[in-house]
C-alpha cells in the first residue's frame, strides 16, 4: 500500500499571506526610515558615513529580504495550489470519497459543483494586473502599500492621541467617557477595514463597509449621549458572550435527521418563543452526536438559531441590552466583520458539550445563525485541520435567509451553501427575502464580486405574497417554518420542494449523508447549551 502525505493547504496559504504581509511592512519601514536619516539634524564627516552607509549596505539588505518574503509568499501560494490539484488527482485515482474516513485537516472530495464566482477583488497586492508585466507591477504595487501604510499609521496614530486625550479629560472632569472607548473600538476596526483596502491586503464588500460605518456612527452617538448626560447606555455594547448557563440533554431516537428539511425544523425547534422575557436573557445551541454504523470518530450537527428576543424598535434591548447576544446590533456588526458576542456563544456550547478538537462540524443556522455560522468557518482559529484546542473541521456550513456573502471559508475544504428565496421589487411592491439580500451579493468596489468555488448561493422561487408593507412579505418567504410550525411552509416547504431539482442543494444532501444525516447515522447524544453574556 502506498501513502501519500501532502500539506496543510488551507495553512500554506495563510503563511504565505503573513510572508507577503510581512514583506509590505518591511518594506513601509524601510522607507520611513529612510526619512528619518535624510531628516536627522546631524552633519558634517561621520554624518555623511552615516548616511552612505544607510543607502548602501543597510538600506539594500532590507529590499533584498523583502524581495525574499514576497519570493516565499508567492512560492508557498504556488505550492498550495499545486497541492490542490494533486490531492484531487490521487483522490480520484483511489475513488476516495467525501465524509467518513478522513483525517483531519485533509482535503475532501465534495459533490457539490463548484461555483464559479463572478471577477473577485483580493486587493491589488494579490490581483494581477495582466496588461503590467510584473517586473513593473510588483514595485508599483509595493510603494503604493508601503505609502498607504505609512499615511494609514500617521491618520490612525493621530486619532487615537487625540480620543486618549479626550477621554482622560473627561475623567477628570468626572465625565462618564466610557462611549468613547467604544467608539474608538469601532473606528479602529473601520479603520483596519480601510487599511488593508488602501495597502492592497484586501478588497472589502460594500455591505462590510456599510455596516461598520453605521456602527461607528451609532457608537459615535453613544460616546456623545454618554458624555452629555452622565448616563450609562447599552446601546451596541457587545459585551464579550459565552456564559454559559446550562446544559441539558435532550432524550431523542437514535434515528437522525434525514433530510436538509429535517436540519431546518431541528434549528425551529430551538427558538425561543415561550415568553419575551426569557429569549430575551439567553439564547439556545444545539448539539447533535452523530454515529455511523462504522464505529468511526463521532461528527456533530452544531444549530444556530436566528435573532432572537427584543423586537427590531426596542432600543437599547434589541441593540445590546439583552443577554441574549443574538440581538439586532449583532447582525450589524457581523455584517461589518467584527467578531461579536453572538460568535463567542457558539464556541462556548461546543465546548461545553465537549466536542474534541478537529472533529467534523456541520454549522446549521438561519437568518444571523447563518451569518454566525459563515463568519467562524472563516476564522482560522475555529475552522482548522490542525487539531489544536479550540479548533475543529468544518466540513459544511449550511444557512437558509442569512446575507453571507460578505465572508469565505477558512478551508478551501469547507463547503457553505446558502439558501435564499429571489427577492426584488416591482410594480406590486415588495418580493421575497429582503433580508437575505443585504449582502449585496457580495458586491466590491471596482465591479468585483467576493467569491470562491465552495461558497455557494441557491436562489429558490419565492412564495406568491407581495406589497408595499414588506411584513407579510418576510412572514412567507424569511421564516424557517409557516404559520403555526407548518413545515409545509418557510424555507422548510421550500427545500421539501426544491432539493431534488436543484444541483447544488442534492448534492449537498448527497454529501452530507452517511456522515451527519440518513441511513446508517444515528444520535449518540442530544444536547441544548443555554448561553449568552452578562448585564449591561
Given at each position: 500500500?502506498?501513502?501519500s ?8 496559504r ?5 510572508l507577503?504581509r510581512?514583506?509590505?511592512v ?8 529612510d526619512?528619518v536619516?535624510?531628516?536627522v539634524?546631524w552633519?558634517g564627516?561621520?554624518a ?5 552607509g544607510?543607502a548602501?549596505?543597510?538600506a539594500?539588505?532590507l529590499r533584498a529580504?523583502?524581495?525574499?518574503l514576497l519570493?516565499?509568499?508567492d512560492?508557498?501560494?504556488e505550492e498550495?495550489?499545486e497541492?490542490d490539484i494533486?490531492?484531487e488527482?490521487?483522490r480520484a485515482?483511489?475513488g476516495?470519497?467525501a465524509g467518513a474516513g478522513t483525517?483531519p485537516?485533509?482535503s ?9 464566482p463572478?471577477?473577485s477583488?483580493n486587493?491589488y497586492?494579490?490581483?494581477d494586473a495582466t496588461?503590467i508585466p510584473?517586473?513593473?507591477?510588483d514595485?508599483?504595487e509595493?510603494?503604493l502599500?508601503?505609502a498607504?501604510?505609512i499615511?494609514s499609521d500617521g491618520i490612525g496614530w ?5 480620543l486618549d486625550?479626550l477621554e482622560?479629560?473627561l475623567d ?12 474608538q ?17 484586501r478588497?472589502?464588500t460594500?455591505?462590510?463597509?456599510g455596516?461598520?460605518?453605521l456602527v461607528v ?5 453613544v460616546?456623545?449621549y454618554e458624555a452629555?448626560?452622565?448616563?450609562d ?5 457587545d459585551?464579550?458572550g459565552?456564559?454559559?448557563d446550562?446544559?441539558e ?14 436540519l431546518?425544523?431541528q434549528n425551529?425547534s ?7 422575557q426569557?429569549?430575551r436573557?439567553?439564547g439556545?445551541?444545539?448539539i447533535l452526536e452523530?454515529?455511523?454504523?462504522s ?5 456533530y ?8 428576543g427584543?423586537?427590531i424598535a426596542?432600543?437599547p434591548d434589541a441593540?445590546g441590552g439583552?443577554g441574549?447576544s443574538r440581538?439586532?446590533?449583532s447582525?450589524?456588526r457581523?455584517i ?5 458576542a453572538a ?6 456550547a ?7 478538537p478537529g472533529?467534523?462540524v ?8 447563518g451569518?454566525?455560522?459563515?463568519h467562524?468557518?472563516a ?7 490542525s ?7 468544518v466540513t459544511h456550513?449550511?444557512s437558509v435567509?442569512?446575507p453571507v456573502?460578505t465572508v469565505v ?7 457553505s451553501?446558502?439558501v ?7 410594480v406590486t411592491?415588495?418580493r421575497?427575502?429582503l ?5 449585496l ?7 468585483t464580486?467576493?467569491?470562491a468555488?465552495?461558497?455557494q448561493e441557491?436562489s429558490?422561487d ?7 408593507d414588506?411584513?407579510p412579505v418576510l412572514?412567507?418567504?424569511h ?6 410550525h407548518d ?8 427545500l ?6 436543484d444541483p447544488?442543494l442534492s448534492?449537498?444532501?448527497?454529501d ?9 447515522t ?9 448561553v449568552g453574556?452578562?448585564a449591561p
Amino acid at each position: 500500500m502506498t501513502l501519500s502525505c501532502g500539506a496543510d493547504t488551507a495553512a500554506l496559504r495563510a503563511q504565505a499571506v503573513r510572508l507577503r504581509r510581512a514583506s509590505t511592512v518591511l518594506d513601509a519601514l524601510r522607507l520611513r526610515l529612510d526619512a528619518v536619516v535624510e531628516e536627522v539634524p546631524w552633519t558634517g564627516p561621520d554624518a555623511d558615513a552615516f548616511r552612505s552607509g544607510w543607502a548602501g549596505p543597510t538600506a539594500s539588505g532590507l529590499r533584498a529580504l523583502r524581495a525574499e518574503l514576497l519570493a516565499l509568499g508567492d512560492r508557498g501560494l504556488e505550492e498550495a495550489r499545486e497541492q490542490d490539484i494533486a490531492s484531487e488527482r490521487d483522490r480520484a485515482g483511489t475513488g476516495a470519497s467525501a465524509g467518513a474516513g478522513t483525517l483531519p485537516g485533509e482535503s475532501r472530495t465534495s459533490s457539490i459543483p463548484e461555483a464559479v464566482p463572478a471577477p473577485s477583488g483580493n486587493g491589488y497586492l494579490h490581483d494581477d494586473a495582466t496588461a503590467i508585466p510584473n517586473l513593473l507591477e510588483d514595485p508599483a504595487e509595493a510603494l503604493l502599500s508601503s505609502a498607504a501604510r505609512i499615511a494609514s499609521d500617521g491618520i490612525g496614530w493621530g486619532a487615537e492621541t487625540g480620543l486618549d486625550a479626550l477621554e482622560s479629560r473627561l475623567d477628570l472632569a468626572g465625565i462618564r467617557s466610557d462611549g468613547i472607548g467604544q467608539f474608538q473600538r469601532d473606528a479602529d476596526h473601520l479603520g483596519s477595514i480601510l487599511e488593508d483596502w488602501a495597502t492592497g491586503e484586501r478588497t472589502p464588500t460594500y455591505a462590510e463597509l456599510g455596516a461598520a460605518g453605521l456602527v461607528v456612527s451609532g457608537s459615535a452617538g453613544v460616546g456623545v449621549y454618554e458624555a452629555a448626560t452622565g448616563e450609562d447606555t447599552p446601546f451596541l455594547d457587545d459585551r464579550p458572550g459565552g456564559i454559559v448557563d446550562r446544559v441539558e440533554s435532550r432524550e431523542s431516537s437514535s434515528r437522525g435527521p434525514q433530510d436538509l428539511q429535517d436540519l431546518i425544523a431541528q434549528n425551529d425547534s430551538l427558538r425561543l418563543r415561550r415568553g419575551e422575557q426569557e429569549a430575551r436573557d439567553a439564547g439556545q445551541i444545539g448539539i447533535l452526536e452523530i454515529r455511523d454504523a462504522s464505529g468511526a470518530d463521532p461528527t456533530y450537527i452544531v444549530q444556530i438559531p436566528p435573532t432572537e428576543g427584543a423586537p427590531i424598535a426596542s432600543v437599547p434591548d434589541a441593540y445590546g441590552g439583552q443577554g441574549n447576544s443574538r440581538d439586532w446590533g449583532s447582525n450589524l456588526r457581523l455584517i461589518a466583520g467584527q467578531h461579536p458576542a453572538a460568535m463567542d456563544d457558539v464556541r462556548a456550547a461546543m465546548e461545553a458539550a465537549g466536542i474534541p478538537p478537529g472533529s467534523k462540524v456541520l454549522l446549521v443556522g438561519h437568518s444571523q445563525g447563518g451569518i454566525v455560522a459563515t463568519h467562524l468557518a472563516a476564522d482560522p482559529r475555529f475552522n482548522s485541520g490542525s487539531g489544536r484546542p479550540g479548533t475543529y473541521d468544518v466540513t459544511h456550513t449550511f444557512s437558509v435567509g442569512s446575507p453571507v456573502q460578505t465572508v469565505v471559508p477558512a478551508q478551501s475544504s469547507t463547503q457553505s451553501v446558502n439558501v435564499h428565496h429571489e427577492s426584488g421589487i416591482g410594480v406590486t411592491g415588495f418580493r421575497g427575502d429582503l433580508i437575505a439580500a443585504t449582502d449585496l451579493e457580495g458586491a466590491q468596489p471596482g465591479g468585483t464580486r467576493l467569491g470562491a468555488p465552495g461558497l455557494q448561493e441557491v436562489s429558490l422561487d419565492p412564495y406568491p405574497v407581495t406589497g408595499v408593507d414588506p411584513v407579510p412579505v418576510l412572514a412567507a418567504n424569511h421564516d424557517s417554518m409557516g404559520p403555526g410550525h407548518d413545515p409545509g411552509g418557510g424555507y422548510s416547504g421550500s427545500l421539501a420542494r426544491g432539493t431534488a431539482g436543484d444541483p447544488v442543494l442534492s448534492a449537498l444532501q448527497e454529501d452530507l449523508t452517511g456522515l451527519y444525516l440518513g441511513e446508517g447515522t444515528s444520535v449518540s447524544r442530544s444536547l441544548v447549551v443555554t448561553v449568552g453574556r452578562g448585564a449591561p
